[in-house]
């Protein structure tokens, strides 16, 4: 004990980030992306009054994680609920948590309406490329070239399309304040990463009139069939020739 | 002393559901209820609360989903197609039991249908509508003051059994003025809201959700439900009943024919019946308020002496299955109805009493 005494606590678990053991595979990005949230909340002091909304994904469970009161809604509809919450409730900071599959497939009209609302709520928008939770088929943001499960020989744009560059699209609308790509791949981009959700959570905390969103490329080593450690630098490398990074809105 | 003013059916729910304190309203434009959504849309902010106009149907039920997990009272409306969108949402309200109130001015369909009024509906809203094993509440009214008497139930309902109360209108419901009061009368106690998303302070997280991973998990929950659902059977029933009960001085019932029927139907059926029972004819009528719970019980207990049994809807067959279920072999059940915009009329209904009366007739029934 007496070496206990003389040590001093430099980093600890912030609050908000509740001790759960992880659900999510080996070198996922969900627990570096929650874990910047959970940070954000406490350094902001927004905890006692923010909201949180789970996706259908990997990241349904994100409760099980973010020490705030979290809904869990259907399938794309995030931002119909975010904005049903924060109408009604303007003092709350209202978050959804979504992935590619949730925001760029089936929830496209409903990110899209919600920017173009100018609604007042901060979404961070997961892009690991792949749907996770069903088994790694092909997202709208999976790249050219990627094999997934229902694109085994690589996506070919002229049968399967082009990869859906989302927040390029959101940037456009008025209603969308700030929009910025980070990517969650070595300690240097997730500090940019953490700024940029920071400021979006920030914007909504000063009462800006519109939808702040960040993207953070996320690693799936498990559906990108990669060590962790190859699908960090996979991001880096590929990942960012079809979404490259920084600040397209704000 | 409370002034009636004329009103069409949608303007005057909405303005009923101002009074009963519905905090927020979400909708999409769909004929032939548009004009709730114009109602609203000017009323709500002058009342400081909430207006959107969603991009579609899905997400007005989800905005209403959004809004309910923080405990407000949230509503939206629509007409069929657009319910049949909502279905989502009202899964997931189900799952989730959170308190929502939606109103179907229902349309002739399937697909797109016509706008004309029908009561094609009925299997999806009293049978839930959406995936999975639950129920809504639903209310038919038959005028326009029923339908401003029972938005405030709507949403009292709504608010103790943590679910989906759907208000079943139709375009003629929806569209005739009527002279109506609105009264701001004294609600039900209710349960405080504590599982509510407020903000996690001074208090452990609240967590509103529809996902039971956990063996057995999702088996309870259903289980709970239909526990609710049990409750609601016991308790909430409402249904009209006229000349069911009497009798004769020979002893005998006063009604040997029973015509069921609920909404706008149950007001043509009531002046056929009149009708009749002028010519002599012995018939008597029920009107379901609530199409879920049904009045299987007092249908059931109209069984018990020998009657006919005539159905009346504006679809081709549709509560006429819950009749026969309450009904239970004891009685013959028939049915009348038009599909897809067409209105059965007084003396149509009168032709098929007429027609039960004839002795031959009613001996081929009874032999049935």
Redo the contacts between chains.
């Keep these: 004990m007496t070496e206990i005494q003389n040590m001093k606590t430099v980093f600890k678990r912030t609050p908000t980030f509740k001790d759960y053991p992880t659900h999510y595979c080996p070198g996922c990005g969900h627990g570096i992306a929650h874990r910047l949230i959970a940070e954000i909340i406490d350094e902001l002091g927004i905890h006692g009054r923010t909201i949180g909304i789970a996706p259908v994904g990997c990241a349904v469970l994100a409760y099980n994680y973010l020490d705030v009161d979290m809904v869990e809604v259907a399938h794309g509809r995030a931002p119909a609920v975010a904005t049903g919450m924060k109408r009604t409730n303007p003092d709350k900071i209202i978050f959804s948590y979504q992935g590619d599959g949730d925001l760029a497939a089936i929830g496209t009209a409903e990110i899209i309406h919600a920017a173009h609302r100018a609604e007042q709520i901060t979404v961070i928008f997961i892009n690991n490329a792949v749907f996770g939770m069903t088994g790694g088929q092909m997202a709208p943001t999976t790249v050219l070239k990627q094999v997934t499960a229902t694109t085994q020989h690589g996506r070919d744009e002229h049968l399967e399309g082009y990869p859906l560059q989302v927040s390029e699209l959101l940037a456009i609308l008025p209603g969308a304040v700030y929009v910025e790509r980070c990517a969650l791949c070595g300690p240097a981009q997730i500090s940019k990463a953490k700024k940029a959700v920071k400021h979006a959570f920030e914007l909504q905390v000063d009462g800006a009139r519109g939808l702040s969103l960040v993207e953070l490329l996320s690693p799936c080593p498990t559906y990108w069939r990669m060590s962790p450690v190859k699908a960090m630098e996979w991001i880096e490398k590929e990942m960012t020739k079809t979404f490259p990074l920084g600040k397209l809105k704000g | 002393m409370v002034d009636r003013v004329l009103m069409c059916g949608n303007e005057a729910l909405a303005e009923a559901a101002v009074i009963a304190g519905c ?2 309203y ?1 909708g999409y434009p769909i004929t032939p209820q548009n004009e709730i959504t114009a109602y609203m849309s000017q009323r709500m902010p002058q009342e400081s609360r ?1 207006f ?1 106009q ?3 149907e ?3 039920i ?9 405990g ?1 009272r ?1 509503m939206t409306s629509s007409s069929s197609p657009g319910i049949s969108l909502m279905q ?2 009202i899964s ?1 309200l189900a799952g ?1 039991e959170l308190p929502a109130v939606v109103v179907n001015v229902m349309r002739g369909g399937p697909g797109l249908g016509n706008i004309a009024p029908s009561q094609g509906d009925y299997f999806q809203a009293t049978r839930g509508g959406g995936h999975g094993d639950y129920r809504t509440i639903v209310l038919a009214p038959s005028s326009v003051q029923e339908l401003v008497d029972v938005m405030p139930l709507a949403f009292d309902l709504a608010d103790q059994y943590r679910m989906t109360v759907v208000v079943l209108a139709d375009g003629i419901l929806g569209q005739m003025m009527e002279p109506v009061m609105f009264q701001k009368k004294p609600g039900r106690k209710l349960p405080p809201k504590d599982w509510a ?6 208090r452990e ?7 039971w991973l956990g063996e057995g998990v999702l088996e309870e929950l259903n289980y709970k439900l239909q526990a609710k659902y049990e409750k609601i059977q016991k308790n909430e029933v409402l249904c009209e009943q006229h000349e069911i009960e009497d009798v004769d001085s020979t002893g005998s019932p006063q009604a040997e024919i029973i015509v069921v029927a609920y909404g706008i139907v149950a007001r043509i059926v009531r002046s056929a019946v009149d009708k009749a029972r002028e010519e002599g004819i012995k018939v008597g009528w029920i009107r379901p308020i609530t199409l879920w719970p049904f009045p299987s019980e007092q249908i059931s207990k109209a069984a018990d002496e020998f009657r006919i049994f005539l159905t009346v809807e504006m679809n081709l067959g549709q509560m006429v299955e819950d009749v026969k279920l309450a009904v239970a072999g004891k009685a013959p059940v028939l049915f009348y109805g038009r599909p897809g915009g067409g209105i059965p009329t007084v003396e149509e209904i009168l032709d098929k009493i007429r027609q039960l009366t004839i002795p031959e007739n009613k001996q081929k029934l009874k032999k049935v």
Excluded: P, W
């Design positions: 905090d927020a979400f909430v959107v969603s991009e579609s899905l997400a007005a989800n905005m209403v989903y959004g809004a309910s997990a923080t407000k949230a989502e949402g997931y989730a998303l407020t903000g996690a302070q001074d997280q609240n967590i509103v959700r529809s996902l």
